[in-house]
C-alpha cells in the first residue's frame, strides 16, 4: 500500500478544508496524519492486517476509517466530496509560489477568481489591489510564480515519478501476461525532469495486456486504448504510455523508445554509414532483419559496446563506446556511506540513533551528521554548546557500534564574502565541514563565483554542497561561473557535492563529466531530513551515472578505513 499517495491525498485534504474555511483543527489533523505516514515505518499493510491503525500516534478512528477505505477501494469518498465542492481551478493556484490556500479563499471570496487563468488577468488589470492585505508586491509575486508554472508545465520531478512507475512496473510484472517489460524515455536514462512514464513490454496476449493495464488501481482517466497500446492518465496527474510489441521485436523498441532522440540520431546515422538501416522494428540490411536478442547485440552489430542508458545523450558516449573506453559506471551497491544527513539537532526529523539504525538497514557501514551552522536559524541551526553536546551522543553512540561509524560534520552557511559563518577555533572540531550558499542568491556572477571560490580556499571546507543552488521546477541556479568553481575545487582538492534530494540533483550531471575530467573526487550525498531521505542516495547515483562516474571518483565508495584517511 503506497504510504505516499496516502499521505499526499491527506495533504490535499487539509488543503481543501482550510479553503472552505473549515475548522483549523480539523485541518491540522489532516496535516498530521499526513506527515506520521510519511515518516511510518514498515508496511502500512500490516498495520491494517493487525487491526492497529488507531494505536498509531495521530491516526484518530475517523482518518483510520479512511486509510480501510482507500486499502480496500483505491479511494477516499470523503476526498472525492471535497475536490467536488471546491471549483478545480482553486486547487490548481496552490501550484503558485507564495499562494497558500488562506490566500486562495480570499482571493475566490472578494474576486470570484476561480482559475489560474482569471488570476493572472486579474493582476495585469491591478485587481488584487484592492484587496485588503494585498499589495503591488504580493501582486508582482502572483504573477512571477504564474509564469514560472506556465514555463514548467507538463514537467515533473525524476523522484516524484520514479515511484509511480516502479509500481506499474510491477502491477504487470503480476499480469501474467507478461514476456519482458522495461520503464524506457527520460526515466530509464534518469533525467532529473521528466514529462511522462513510458513503458515497453513483449507479450504474447496483448489485448488481455491492454485490458489489465487500463483498469490497475493507480489509473485515473484512459485516454486511448488499442489492440497493442494504450494511454492514461495515473492518480497522481502524470501521463503513461504502453506499448506492447512481440518477443522478437522487443529489443529494437526498448532501445528506439529510451533514447534520446539526439543519441538515435547519431545511431541512425552510423548505420547508414555501414549500409543499415535502423528504425523501432529493427536493424535492416536491404529487407533483412538483423536479428538481436538484446540491446547489447544492437550495439554489437554498430561496432560499439553495450552503452548504458544513462549515457544515451550523444554527448561522446559513441565515439567511446567504438574505441571500448565507456567507463564501468558506478552502481547503487557500491555507496558504502552516506554524508550530509540531517537529525532533530537542527532541521531534521529523526534522531541520530534512528538515522544510525536506517542506514545499517540500508547496507551502509557510515554516516556523516551535518546539521544546519547558526546563520540557518530558519533550520534551528547549532550554536557551540549545541555542537558539542551532539558531538557527545555522536562519542557515546559510537562507543556501541562494531562495523560502523558516525562521522561529526556540520553544514556550514557560506556568507556573501565567501567565508565559513563558524570560527576556525570551532571548525576545528568536525570531521568534514560542507559548505553551502543559503541567503543572498541573486549576487552578480563574477562576485558569486568568487564567493564560492573563497569558501573552496578556506582549510577546513571539505566539501561544496549542492553547488548551483537550483531548485528543480522551482529556482535557477545562481548566476555563477560552475567551470571557474569547479577548477578551484580541483585546485584546492575540495570535494564536490552531488546532492541526491530528488528537488536539487546538484552537481547538474552536465557539469559532472568536467568535474571528474579535473580531478575533482565527488559525494554522493542524501541530504536527508528523515530516515526515508536516505533513500535518495539512489537518486544520486543515477545523476553520478549520467556523468559517467565510476566508484573510483565518489568518496562514499570508500570504506571505513579509507575515509578514516582523508577526513582525519
Not at 479563499?105 to 482559475?115: A, D, H, N, R, T
Not at 508554472?149 to 520514479?162: A, E, P, R, S, T
Not at 559506471?329 to 541520530?352: N, R, V
Not at 554516516?367 to 534551528?380: E, L, M, N, P
Request: charged share 30%; glycine share 8%; aromatic share 8%.
Amino acid at each position: 500500500m503506497d504510504k505516499r499517495q496516502l499521505s499526499s491525498i491527506f495533504e490535499d485534504i487539509a488543503m481543501l478544508l482550510e479553503i472552505k474555511g473549515e475548522n483549523p483543527f480539523k485541518t491540522k489533523a489532516y496535516i498530521n496524519a499526513a506527515r506520521t505516514l510519511e515518516l511510518l515505518e514498515g508496511d502500512l499493510s500490516d498495520y491494517i492486517k493487525e487491526g492497529s491503525l488507531e494505536d498509531i500516534k495521530g491516526i484518530g478512528k475517523a482518518i483510520s476509517e479512511k486509510i480501510l477505505e482507500y486499502a480496500q477501494t483505491g479511494q477516499i469518498r470523503y476526498y472525492d466530496e471535497l475536490k467536488a465542492a471546491v471549483p478545480a481551478g482553486l486547487f490548481d493556484m496552490l501550484r503558485i509560489p507564495g499562494v497558500g490556500p488562506k490566500k486562495v479563499k480570499v482571493i475566490y471570496e472578494k474576486l470570484g477568481i476561480k482559475s489560474i487563468g482569471e488570476l493572472e488577468y486579474a493582476c495585469i488589470e491591478n485587481r488584487l489591489l484592492e484587496i485588503e492585505g494585498f499589495g503591488k508586491k504580493t501582486q508582482d509575486n502572483i504573477l512571477k510564480g504564474i509564469e514560472h508554472i506556465k514555463k514548467f508545465k507538463g514537467q515533473h520531478l525524476y523522484g516524484d515519478v520514479f515511484y509511480q512507475a516502479q509500481q506499474m512496473k510491477n502491477a504487470l510484472l503480476e499480469s501474467g501476461f507478461i514476456i519482458q517489460c522495461e520503464i524506457t524515455g527520460s526515466l530509464r536514462r534518469k533525467k532529473e525532469i521528466v514529462k511522462d512514464i513510458d513503458m515497453v513490454s513483449s507479450s504474447a496476449n496483448p489485448l488481455k495486456l491492454v485490458n489489465y493495464f487500463t483498469t490497475l488501481p493507480l489509473v485515473e482517466e484512459i485516454i486511448a486504448k488499442g489492440d497493442t497500446k494504450a494511454s492514461v492518465i495515473l492518480k497522481c496527474g502524470i501521463n503513461m504510455d504502453l506499448r506492447i510489441v512481440a518477443e522478437h521485436e522487443y529489443p529494437y523498441v526498448l532501445n528506439h523508445f529510451t533514447g534520446s532522440k539526439e543519441h538515435n540520431t547519431a545511431i541512425r546515422h552510423r548505420a547508414k554509414a555501414m549500409g543499415i538501416k535502423v528504425n523501432e522494428y529493427g536493424l535492416f540490411r536491404g529487407e533483412e532483419l538483423i536479428k538481436c536478442s538484446n540491446e547489447a547485440d544492437i550495439y554489437k552489430v554498430l561496432g560499439l559496446t553495450y552503452i548504458p542508458p544513462e549515457l544515451r545523450e550523444n554527448s561522446g558516449e559513441i565515439e567511446a563506446a567504438e574505441k571500448d573506453l565507456l567507463p564501468l559506471l558506478i552502481e547503487a551497491k557500491d555507496i558504502l556511506g552516506a554524508f550530509h544527513i540531517h537529525t532533530q539537532y537542527s532541521d531534521g526529523a529523526d534522531t541520530i540513533e534512528e538515522m544510525v539504525m536506517e542506514a545499517k538497514k540500508l547496507g551502509l557501514s557510515y554516516i556523516g551528521i551535518a546539521d544546519h551552522s547558526k546563520s540557518a536559524f530558519y533550520a534551528r541551526g547549532l550554536n557551540v554548546d549545541e555542537i558539542k553536546r551532539q558531538h557527545e551522543e555522536i562519542d557515546e553512540i559510537n562507543s556501541r557500534q562494531s562495523g560502523f561509524k558516525i562521522y561529526k560534520g556540520i553544514e556550514a552557511d557560506i556568507l556573501p564574502d565567501g567565508s565559513l559563518d563558524y570560527e576556525d577555533s570551532v571548525l576545528e572540531l568536525f570531521d568534514f565541514v560542507i559548505a553551502s550558499v543559503h541567503s543572498n542568491f541573486k549576487m552578480e556572477r563574477d562576485k558569486m563565483t568568487q564567493r564560492l571560490k573563497n569558501a573552496l580556499t578556506n582549510p577546513y571546507t571539505t566539501m561544496l554542497g549542492h553547488p548551483t543552488g537550483r531548485i528543480l521546477l522551482a529556482r535557477e541556479e545562481y548566476e555563477i561561473d560552475i567551470y571557474e568553481v569547479i577548477d578551484t575545487a580541483a585546485a584546492y582538492g575540495k570535494i564536490i557535492e552531488i546532492n541526491s534530494d530528488p528537488h536539487r540533483l546538484d552537481l547538474d550531471w552536465r557539469y559532472i563529466k568536467y568535474a571528474r575530467d579535473k580531478g575533482v573526487k565527488l559525494s554522493i550525498n542524501p541530504d536527508a531530513h528523515d530516515i526515508y531521505g536516505l533513500k535518495n542516495i539512489e537518486f544520486g547515483v543515477g545523476i553520478a551515472r549520467k556523468g559517467w562516474l565510476t566508484k573510483k571518483d565518489v568518496i562514499n565508495s570508500l570504506d571505513i578505513q579509507q575515509i578514516n584517511e582523508l577526513l582525519i
